[in-house]
Nanobody, 123 residues
């Protein structure tokens, strides 16, 4: 089992920035690809960003490319999502997920999920 706890969400004005964190515990953190997903009210959960086990490869949804950056610190068992130039359409609950491999994470979703953190962007 992998336990994931997100933090860093909040209310921000359009154009602002937030950094989300996801702290992992349980099985070896560096064995897992990590990702961020989000779910807006009335919509399906969607992929945002993913990073492989050592941070060498990343992947982003087109809607956040150039604005969001995913990173990880395996020594701290933590993955981050730096979100810049936020837009009202970025408003959602953001979930951290873990899985074996980035491709599995993106195609199938996470094997383990956090509880989510709310991000609200006002116009």
């Amino acid at each position: 089992q992998v336990q994931l706890v997100e933090s860093g969400g909040g209310l921000v004005q359009a154009g602002g920035s937030l950094r989300l964190s996801c702290a992992a515990s349980g099985r070896t953190f560096s064995n897992y690809a990590m990702g961020w997903f989000r779910q807006a009210p009335g919509k399906e959960r969607e992929f945002v960003a993913a990073i492989d086990w050592n941070g060498a490869a990343t992947s982003y949804a087109d809607s956040v490319k150039g604005r969001f950056t995913i990173s990880r610190d395996n020594a701290k068992n933590t993955v981050y999502l730096q979100m810049n130039s936020l837009k009202p359409e970025d408003t959602a609950v953001y979930y951290c997920g873990a899985s074996r491999g980035v491709s599995n994470l993106i195609r199938l979703g996470a094997a383990y999920w956090g509880q989510g953190t709310q991000v609200t962007v006002s116009s």
